[in-house]
């Protein structure tokens, strides 16, 4: 079985362009989560989406957008770059509705997005 | 605002020693543990978690995890390293009611064969 598809794998974006990443859950996974990983930290969590509602929010701003379309898969989709945005930006989804509950959620192997 | 902490930022063992990573989070209330693994060029994968019941937690790859909510902690044990555990080791928390996990920034093991 495929597992959390995200696309592409690596990005390179100069200062105020925008970008959108795009995430394919595990067949039957009706949740997907957002999260950035700056070098040398753990994953910071920016949105949860789950049957096409956004259910959980990080401390990102507006700039930083998803959503879910009706097949589960999402696209994360960021504005006016700057070059703090540079990081792995990882997409994670499992079967429930909340972020952690006993359905474990999986990770794919992230997208690398580099701003200049 | 909520935060956790894992002290040990890099850690080196011969194989057959025996591990323990720290994991403090500073939330008062009911939380969600959890500790994930990213092997090198893998991506991040559930170690094992702690939502109630019995406070010592058992995972994969014999690693397991003590919760002592008196210290707010949930340190990650393994008695015997093998060089396969190289990785990165990473601590989260959910306050119960939430769907926002908080990482802690991680710790990298390496075990020398």
């Known amino acids: 079985d495929a597992g959390v598809t995200q696309s592409p794998t690596h990005l390179i974006k100069t200062r105020g362009q925008h970008v959108t990443l795009r995430c394919s859950p595990i067949s039957g996974h009706k949740s997907v989560s957002w999260y950035q990983q700056v070098l040398g930290q753990g994953p910071q969590f920016i949105f949860q989406y789950y049957e096409k509602e956004e259910r959980g929010r990080g401390n990102f701003p507006d700039r930083f957008s998803a959503r879910q379309f009706p097949n589960y898969s999402s696209e994360l989709n960021v504005n006016a770059l700057l070059l703090g945005d540079s990081a792995l930006y990882l997409c994670a989804s499992s079967l429930a509705g909340t972020a952690y509950s006993n359905q474990p959620q999986h990770f794919g192997d992230g997208t690398r997005l580099s701003i200049l | 605002a909520q935060s956790v902490s894992q002290h040990n930022h890099h850690v080196i063992l011969s194989e057959a020693a025996s591990l323990e990573l720290g994991c403090n989070y500073s939330?008062?209330?009911?939380?969600?543990l959890f500790w994930y693994v990213q092997y090198p060029g893998q991506h991040l994968q559930l170690l094992l978690k702690?939502?109630?019941?019995?406070?010592l937690v058992k995972g994969i790859k014999g690693f397991e995890a003590e919760f002592i909510k008196s210290k707010f902690s949930f340190n990650l044990r393994k008695p015997s390293v093998q060089w396969s555990d190289t990785a990165e080791y990473f601590c989260a928390v959910i306050r119960g009611g939430s769907y926002i996990p908080t990482f802690g920034r991680g710790t990298s093991l390496i075990v020398h064969p």
């Open positions: 702690y939502f109630s019941g019995d406070p």
């Open positions: 939330y008062g209330g009911t939380v969600n």
